[in-house]
């Protein structure tokens, strides 16, 4: 739109709209939009992948501005764009995807090898001995 001017459509990408998550984990956006007054054409909204295409099985764009990724992999990270048209209306909104290794190298659902308190061993052990005692470690 024009400077001082409305947008037709009113569209809102729910938060967070930045996900940091581990590979194999589901990330959902969702994405809501309405019109600033009535039109004879129907609203509809739409996923897509910034310079890319979502990922072949494993994305789902319900058509009502839910996009769900399962089993997510590193190069899914990207920008992710909204779109919701009306008519000759058309209106984006975007959100940023960012896919990291597992910290710990651990499978996904498993126990991360970091998240218990250290433990501090010392060997050997202290031993108190009088002159003459006979004693090992």
Do not use: M
């Not at 072949?56 to 399962?70: F, H, K, P």
């Not at 190298?105 to 501090?120: F, I, T």
């Amino acid at each position: 739109p024009a400077p001082g001017q409305e947008a037709p459509i009113i569209i809102t990408v729910s938060e967070p709209r930045i996900q940091i998550v581990e590979i194999g984990q589901t990330v959902t956006f969702d994405c809501s939009a309405r019109p600033r007054f009535q039109t004879p054409d129907p609203l509809t909204i739409t996923w897509a992948k910034e310079n890319g295409v979502l990922p072949q099985g494993r994305a789902e764009d319900n058509g009502s501005g839910v996009l769900i990724i399962t089993q997510v992999q590193s190069d899914d990270s990207g920008t992710y764009v909204c779109t919701a048209t009306a008519g000759q209306f058309v209106v984006t909104e975007r959100a940023q995807l960012t896919v990291g290794r597992d910290p710990g190298g651990r499978q996904p659902g498993g126990r991360d090898p970091y998240e218990r308190a250290p433990v501090v061993v010392i060997n050997p052990q202290y031993k108190q001995a009088s002159e003459g005692d006979r004693f090992s470690f």
